[in-house]
C-alpha cells in the first residue's frame, strides 16, 4: 500500500513565526502536492512537484513556499505564520513510481491542523 | 476552466436507505473522475475511479458511480446506507495531464440516522 506521512496531526504556531511541514511518500511517485482545507471551501491547491527540485504554483500560493530535495520528501514552508493560515494540510502524491502504470489518482497523508494564534 | 460542482452540501439518510451524491463537472472533454471519501480528522481515500472502458464503476464499502458524458456527471449511490458510511465525499476531476492535478468539488457531508 501507498503510505504518505505527514510529520504532525496537530500543530499550534505564533502568528509570525516561520513553519514546516514536511510530508514523506514511499511509493517512488513523481508527484506530490499540497493542499489546504476549509470548511465550504473544498480542498484548495498550494503547490505542487513533478519532480526534485521542480515546483508549481496552484491556486493559493501567497504566503507559502515548498521544497523537493529528494524524491520522497515535498515540505510546505510558511515564512510567517498568519491567523488566516489557521486550516488543516493535506500532502498528495501520485504518478507510476514503482508500480510503473499511470494511476492518476492521489494519495494522501492524514493531514496537519494548524493553528496559528 | 474546469470546474466541479457537488448538488448539497449536505445529505441525510436513514440507515438502509439509498445514498445519491452529486457530481458534475464542466469540461467538455471526458475526464478522468474520482470520489474521495474523508472520515473525520483523517485524509482523503479514493473511493473509485473512472479513466476509459466501462462507465459503471464499482468501488469499495459497496459504492458505485456511472459516467454519464451527455449529461456531464458522476453521481456515486450506495444501495444501503450503513452508520460507518457518515463522512466527507468529494468528487474530483483529471484531464489526464503528466503531473496527475486533479480539482475537487467543494464536498458533501453524508449523515446517516439511525
Known amino acids: 500500500d501507498v503510505k504518505v506521512t505527514q510529520s504532525s496531526r496537530y500543530l499550534v504556531k505564533r502568528t509570525g513565526e516561520k513553519v514546516f511541514l514536511e510530508c514523506v511518500q514511499d511509493m517512488d511517485h513523481e508527484n506530490m502536492f499540497w493542499y489546504r482545507q476549509d470548511p465550504g471551501l473544498g480542498l484548495r491547491l498550494i503547490y505542487f512537484?513533478?519532480?526534485?527540485?521542480?515546483?508549481e504554483k496552484g491556486d493559493i500560493p501567497e504566503g507559502y513556499s515548498v521544497s523537493r530535495e529528494k524524491k520522497e520528501r515535498f515540505s510546505l514552508i510558511l515564512e510567517s505564520a498568519s491567523t488566516n493560515q489557521t486550516s488543516m494540510y493535506l500532502c498528495?502524491?501520485?504518478?507510476?513510481?514503482?508500480?510503473?502504470?499511470?494511476?492518476?489518482?492521489?494519495?494522501f497523508g492524514p493531514g496537519t491542523r494548524l493553528t496559528v494564534t | 476552466a474546469q470546474s466541479v460542482t457537488q448538488l448539497g452540501s449536505h445529505v441525510s439518510v436513514s440507515e438502509g436507505a439509498l445514498v445519491l451524491l452529486r457530481c458534475n463537472y464542466s469540461s467538455s472533454v471526458p475526464p478522468y473522475l474520482f470520489w474521495y471519501v474523508q472520515y473525520p480528522n483523517q485524509g482523503l481515500q479514493l473511493l473509485l475511479k473512472y479513466t476509459t472502458g466501462a462507465t459503471l464503476v464499482k468501488g469499495i464499502n459497496g459504492f458505485e458511480a456511472e459516467f454519464k458524458k451527455s449529461e456531464h456527471s458522476y453521481h456515486l449511490t450506495k444501495p444501503s446506507a450503513h452508520m460507518s458510511d457518515a463522512a466527507e465525499y468529494f468528487c474530483?476531476?483529471?484531464?489526464?495531464?503528466?503531473?496527475?492535478?486533479?480539482?475537487f468539488g467543494p464536498g458533501t457531508s453524508l449523515s446517516v440516522i439511525p
Open positions: 474530483a476531476v483529471s484531464e489526464g495531464t503528466s503531473y496527475d492535478k486533479v480539482i
Open positions: 498528495a502524491s501520485s504518478g507510476p513510481g514503482l508500480a510503473a502504470l499511470p494511476a492518476y489518482e492521489q494519495y
Open positions: 512537484s513533478y519532480d526534485v527540485k521542480m515546483k
